[in-house]
């Protein structure tokens, strides 16, 4: 586990402005996540974003007036997310952290805790669980959890809007074990963009099950979106938020979950 969570460590100390990009250049999983996120935040929350990354969703609802507190294993994350926040004007507090070490920070209880990181980069499933129990241990009787997932599917949906890709990927071991794991209902832990968990969506609501949640939510961050992004981003503005408005829609309907590349639970803590 030390050699995975360090490898992830260096590929975010190396990418964090990447990172920080990475939602401008594919907007559809902020616009959509956001969405959602919306219909329960509210001015005044206190929301602990643990592995927030570069700050984006932090900074977005400190902008909406929530108290924001933002925790992730990189160093060069939480520079970034600090820096950005005094650009865009606006307070979050922010630290280096493991979300599986969160307790002695005595950061108290909070409204809203997003687990929208850790998930797809512990490969072990108990540290999985030990991260999903320590984020709720952080969050009031009634308060919202959000928890994000790469889908397996996904990897595929990335090698169809990105030529060149798939012919190496299918004969790879590795990834070829991807590939048949999808059909066999399994995870796949290992090697991709870093040491990552591409989660296969049948096992999601079995996973969150058996935690003390009443489930909300699960639907595809990128909504049904993601496969013709690439050439969908080309179109006018005026076509884009006509296809943005509609995907609204679908969000919540199971059949459509893989069309998206991430997936977020959202649940009530009881």
Same mark, same amino acid.
């Given at each position: ?29 902020? %616009? ?6 919306? *219909? ?9 974003? &643990? ?30 997310? @600090? ?8 307070? &979050? *507090? ?7 070490? @969160? ?35 952080? @969050? ?9 997932? %790469? ?32 059909? +066999? ?35 595809? *961050? ?5 496969? +013709?992004?690439?050439?969908?981003? *080309?179109?006018?503005?005026?076509? %884009?938020?006509?296809? &943005? ?11 459509? @979950? ?13």
């Amino acid at each position: 586990m030390q050699q995975d969570i360090a490898t992830v460590r260096e590929h975010y100390n190396a990418n964090a402005e990447r990172e920080w990009s990475r939602l401008d250049e594919h907007p559809f999983e902020f %616009i959509f996540t956001t969405h959602m996120m919306e *219909q329960y935040v509210r001015e005044g929350d206190r929301i602990l974003d &643990i592995g927030g990354g570069p700050g984006r969703y932090a900074i977005h609802f400190a902008k909406r007036g929530c108290d924001v507190t933002l925790v992730d294993l990189s160093e060069e994350n939480v520079r970034v997310a @600090l820096e950005k926040a005094k650009e865009a004007n606006v307070s &979050i *507090q922010a630290m280096v952290a493991n979300c599986l070490a @969160l307790d002695p920070q005595a950061l108290g209880e909070f409204d809203h805790v997003f687990l929208m990181g850790p998930l797809y980069h512990l490969l072990n499933p108990a540290d999985q669980k030990a991260a999903v129990e320590t984020a709720l241990s952080h @969050l009031k009787t009634g308060g919202l959890f959000y928890a994000s997932f %790469i889908l397996a599917f996904g990897a595929l949906i990335f090698d169809l809007k990105n030529g060149g890709n798939i012919v190496r990927d299918s004969t790879n071991p590795e990834t070829r074990s991807l590939i048949d794991e999808i059909v +066999n209902g399994e995870d796949y832990r290992g090697q991709a963009f870093t040491r990552v968990c591409l989660t296969n969506q049948r096992n999601i609501l079995p996973f969150m099950e058996q935690f003390p949640l009443e489930k909300l939510h699960l639907f595809g *961050q990128e909504g049904i979106l993601a496969p +013709n992004e690439n050439e969908l981003l *080309q179109r006018d503005q005026e076509e %884009i938020d006509c296809w &943005i408005e509609i995907a609204k829609k679908y969000l919540d309907m199971p059949e459509l @979950l893989s069309y998206s590349e991430h997936a977020m639970y959202i649940g009530k803590k009881l």
